[in-house]
């Protein structure tokens, strides 16, 4: 039992001296390919969402719940509006990594041209919903100062008191390329520049005469100013005209009655003009996370609405900024397979590594090629390195006294029987005493020379 449980431990112990080093070589090339690739994503991000009001505060919250179901914990960054989550985004040291921000709201884009580019290192994760330009105003502001029950180009509202939000939102931005296209100067209005729910309190206590805002129809505000007596909805009637001068607004409709049907509310189809929300991410920002986020917004943003069909958003279509290639991978493939069987960790790791431990172990296939007859050799070596001492004697004979040589060579053969090699090499072992006795023999009885 002692002598089996010896010859294992001999066959173990050389079997690691063996494929040890190739096993530690192919772990250490999967950990510098784990450390390149970075498979593991940071636990946590800063999303920079808009007023507590609005539709991004909202989605940002929906956002937070979905990431939070698998693992990522998503801190909510308040801010004045587009505008200000740039200038997050672009600050350096900044903690932002991701924010809403809308079409449009960025000045250092070349007005009216579609193929400009913004000059930062930011990615668009696509295009996320329909932000109508709502502007509500009061219908005995438009009798008093339009001189009409309503009203329907931007050129009417010279004279009046317009809020149209603080800076940093991206409101002011967009309504300032509203009114260069109407070829109307600025300083023709009373520009205010409240936040949203003092702009509403003096738009519903008479002043102001109009607010204006930037939102999806899922924003509070804009679902109680629909619903206010005396507010009405400014209706773009040049919407198409709009959406050619300034290539970042689509056109879109308010239908008759879908605020309220049984009030027939809106009493008839409303033009609106729209920029597109989109989700923008720091250029390093890690691409699991950009996975995730771009999942959550298929969630958040695919079912139908007002102003778009179930399945037209996120969209990859975004002609202000290149889109993710990580974003890029989920609009022409969907999520990967393996997220269907697995965590999003575990799916995630081997997705991004699978193609280095194809390439590590196509590259050792080779080199594992040696390894078992590496083995064989370390075995057969346990037994073959006598012959040298072997030979020796054999070499000594008639030069060294035959007693002396006889003596050395019993000691030989009593260190050989202590060798152990497992019973597949026993008979190497068995041949190396053989020869032992071989050369005992002829130094006991010497051959007469001749």
Known sequence: MRATLREALISLREFLLTFAPFVLLAAGLVYIAYVL??????KRLTLATGQAQGAYAEFGRRYAQILKENGVEVRLRPTVGAAENLALLRDPGGEVDVAFVQGGADPTLARGDPDAKAPDDLVSLGNLFHEPVWIFYRADSAARLAKAPAIDAIGQLAGWRVNVGPPGSGVPNLMARLLEVNDLDPAQLTLLHEPQTPAVVELLEGRSDAVVFASAPESLIVQMLLRTPGIRLFDFAQAEAYTRRLPFLDAVTLPRGVVDLAKDLPPADVHLVAPTATLLARKGTHPALEQLLVQAAAEV???????????????????????????????????PVLQ???????????????????????????????????????????????????????????????????????????RVEQVTVPLSYADELYALRQNIRMVAERLIDPVPAR
Do not use: C
């Open 340 to 414: 269907r069987y697995m965590t999003f960790w575990a799916a995630n790791v081997v997705d991004r590594m699978w193609p280095a431990i194809l390439t590590i172990a196509a590259m050792l296939l080779p080199l594992s090629r040696i390894l078992p007859p590496l083995y064989d050799f370390r075995m057969r070596s346990r037994v073959f390195r006598w012959y040298r001492q072997l030979r020796a004697f054999e070499a000594a004979i008639g030069k060294r006294a035959n007693a002396e040589l006889l003596a050395e060579l019993e000691a030989l053969e009593k």
């Open 37 to 42: 690739l970075d498979p593991t994503p940071p």
């Open 301 to 335: 943003h695919g079912n139908a609405g007002w102003f778009q069909k179930k399945g037209d958003f996120p969209s990859p279509r975004n002609p202000e900024r290149p889109l993710s290639p990580e974003a890029k991978r989920f609009y022409d493939n969907g999520p």
